[in-house]
């Protein structure tokens, strides 16, 4: 059974930063596109940024460019999005994802809460 578990959600200033984790258990990140989408109430799900199967390329959003990082570690089959300088329009639940397409997979996990506000 595959699950995507998200934590590090938080309350967080204008500014600030967080550092969410997503942990895999049932898969290898190793050879899923795994990404970050968010969701904001009232708006569609979209995309943060993702990192290919290889790990070796990653792209982002550009309203998150240049602020938000994602980190893959194989070992712990985790992944993480550093979000630095925050701001109130970042406030949305975050979800991890992992696809495989070609097969046919497609993993969400919960969802965690960030809401950045002073």
């Known amino acids: 059974q595959v699950q995507l578990v998200e934590s590090g959600g938080d309350l967080v200033q204008p500014g600030g930063s967080l550092r969410l984790s997503c942990l895999a258990s049932?898969?290898?990140?190793?050879?899923?596109?795994m990404a970050w989408y968010r969701q904001a109430p009232g708006k569609q799900r979209e995309l943060v940024g993702r990192?290919?199967?290889?790990?070796?390329?990653?792209n982002y959003a550009d309203s998150v460019n240049g602020r938000f990082t994602i980190s893959r570690d194989v070992a712990k089959n985790s992944i993480d999005l550093q979000m630095n300088s925050l701001k109130p329009e970042d406030t949305a639940v975050y979800y991890c994802?992992?696809?495989?397409?070609?097969?046919?997979?497609?993993?969400w996990g919960q969802g965690t809460q960030v809401t950045v506000s002073s």
């Open positions: 990192i290919t199967s290889g790990g070796g390329s990653t």
């Open positions: 049932g898969i290898s990140f190793s050879i899923y596109t």
């Open positions: 994802n992992a696809k495989r397409l070609v097969w046919g997979e497609d993993y």
